[in-house]
């Protein structure tokens, strides 16, 4: 996952994922596409988003073609989740809490419709 959030981490490399999201492209294409980028720098950029497993490359000729894998972030997504996950538990145990105590004074209706 490092590795992931490491390829993330750059405007460029996800700028790179944008491109070859919808369809594959060469390395030549991307190079034109974003302008101001040496050719060794967009190469140097997908060499990380290939071994981060977030871009798959073929050779076509002599020409390497890329696209986007969304199944390397399944590994981010499943952490991202489990992060998401904990923050609505503790949210709801807030809630249920206050809930609780504000339930307290109302003639013991409290606990009357709550679901688990």
């Known amino acids: 996952m490092e590795l992931v959030l490491q390829a993330l981490g750059s ?13 594959e492209r060469s ?35 002599r020409s390497r073609l890329y696209s986007a894998r969304p199944a390397g972030l399944l590994t ?18 807030q809630a249920e809490a206050e809930e609780a105590g504000a339930g307290g004074g109302h003639g013991g209706s409290r606990g009357r419709g709550r679901r688990r």
């Open 27 to 61: 390395a030549g294409d991307i190079h034109r596409t974003l302008g101001g980028l040496t050719f060794g720098a967009v190469s140097q950029n997908l060499g990380l988003l290939q071994r981060a497993g977030l871009v798959s490359v073929r050779r076509q000729g």
């Open 11 to 23: 405007p460029r490399r996800r700028r790179i994922l944008q491109l070859v999201r919808r369809r």
């Open 76 to 93: 981010l997504r499943a952490w991202l989740q489990s992060m998401w996950d904990d923050a609505l538990a503790r949210l709801q145990r």
